[in-house]
């Protein structure tokens, strides 16, 4: 059996003056890491409560702002609701978190909200009500341009709303809004229940690349709403299951362009629409992946142009009712797309026949009565 054997250790030795200094050395060396370790771990817990005291701080300023410019839009002078709204768009710039950003806007939003009351007209009798209506819409016109001016600053950017939800269900817009270039990179966009009646409602090469855009039960019956070379897509032809919906819209006055607008994946829903009489074009606009949804829609005065459109993938139903208007697919092309009118009811729209060819492509059905 192997025995271990340990060298006693010379309790009577003495140390030398270079090896007791080394010594000194070496513990004020523990002693000044240590104290530099307790320094950082003090510094850092220091900061930590300084950046929390910050942000509190900035948050008690912003609420008593936020209140302030909140006051302002429930004034009866339209000057102070129209500084009201400056202060509260400038809020949401400098807003310390998300959330806070998002509440100055659902405020903005419901402003746009209130009853709508109408135009008296200038009848001398009522000029001191048709001058205040003048002066309350400016109002109203001023928050559509602020918001349209920051949904085009790049997200992430300093005065930037984009992925925020704007939710302008119900509301009328019987003015400009300008919304060309921006860009919906999430969040929900909400015209539900809208009324454009007037002006020019502006979406001209727009980007929609995710999230919902949502005009159901909207009425257009004036003016124009623009869509011309929008996209619908992220920018790879992926829309990562986004929706632009206008289900049991009303197109009976205006025009709605969706000129060269691209569709490139997510759903675009007209079920249950009615086009009676508003000038709605679809010409050169390409359906490269889309479910594009016609069901139950009714074509009965107007014009909807579908003309030189690309059907090149996706699903497209039309089982819709054609009593009326026109409906023009003269020059689409269908060349991967699934396209189904099997359930349509009237006459053919013009120039659909000849766009689907003879032999008719397997992706297209017709009724068969056409």
């Not at 569709?263 to 009489?277: I, K, L, P, Y």
């Not at 074009?281 to 069901?295: A, K, N």
């Not at 139903?317 to 026109?326: D, E, K, P």
Request: proline content about 3%; charged content about 20%.
């Amino acid at each position: 059996m192997t025995k271990l054997c340990f060298k006693e250790i010379d309790t009577t030795a003495k140390l030398d003056a270079k090896t007791l200094f080394d010594l000194v050395k070496l513990s004020f060396g523990v002693v000044a890491g240590a104290g530099a370790l307790v320094a950082l771990v003090v510094a850092y817990r220091r900061q930590r409560v300084d950046e929390a005291g910050a942000h509190r701080e900035a948050t008690r300023l912003h609420t008593e702002r936020f209140s302030q410019a909140v006051d302002k839009l429930g004034s009866d002078s339209p000057a102070v609701r129209l500084g009201g709204v400056h202060a509260l768009a400038g809020l949401a710039d400098d807003a310390p978190t998300q959330d806070l950003r998002q509440t100055c806007i659902d405020v903005l939003c419901a402003y746009l909200q209130l009853p709508f009351t109408p135009d008296p007209g200038n009848d001398p009798a009522h000029q001191e009500e048709h001058h205040r209506y003048l002066a309350f819409r400016k109002v109203r016109h001023t928050i559509l341009r602020l918001i349209g001016d920051h949904y085009r600053r790049t997200r992430g950017t300093h005065r930037s709303w984009q992925g925020c939800d704007l939710d302008l269900t119900g509301v009328t817009i019987d003015g400009s809004m300008n919304f060309s270039g921006a860009t919906f990179s999430g969040g929900t966009v909400d015209f539900s229940g809208a009324a454009f009646s007037g002006g020019e409602v502006n979406f001209r090469v727009a980007t929609f690349s995710g999230g919902m855009v949502d005009f159901r039960d909207a009425t257009f019956s004036g003016g124009t709403v623009d869509f011309r070379d929008a996209t619908f897509s992220d920018g790879t032809g992926n829309f990562f299951g986004g929706r632009v919906d206008f289900g049991n819209a009303t197109f009976s006055g205006g025009t709605v362009n969706f000129n060269v607008a691209t569709f490139s994946d997510g759903t675009v829903n007209f079920f249950g629409a009615t086009f009676s009489g508003s000038e709605v074009d679809f010409r050169d606009t390409t359906f490269s992946g889309s479910e594009v949804e016609f069901r139950d829609t009714t074509f009965s005065g107007g014009t909807v142009d579908f003309r030189d459109a690309t059907f090149s993938g996706g699903t497209m139903h039309f089982g819709a009712t054609f009593s009326g208007g026109t409906v023009n697919f003269n020059g689409a092309t269908f060349s991967g797309s699934t396209v189904d009118f099997d359930r349509a009811m009237g006459p053919a729209p013009d120039g659909l026949l000849a766009a689907v060819g003879t032999p008719r492509a397997t992706t297209v059905t017709l009724p068969a009565g056409w």
